[in-house]
């Protein structure tokens, strides 16, 4: 699979590539709009589901 750590984002990050206040960023997740995981409390979110997510919108 990815061995780059660049391959997951986090909120923060999300937050810039989307222009999108946390709570946006945290209500995707949590819909499942952005294929995302947690681990604890920390979500892991691939970058490639965040250019899926763009893709999808774009069309």
Known sequence: MYNDRTDL???DEL???LMVGKNTAYNLLKTG????FKI???WKIPRISVDEY???QVI
Do not use: F, H, Y
């Open 9 to 11: 984002v986090t909120i």
């Open 15 to 17: 937050c810039e590539i």
């Open 33 to 36: 709009a952005i294929k995302s």
């Open 40 to 42: 604890n409390r920390v």
């Open 54 to 56: 763009i893709k999808k």
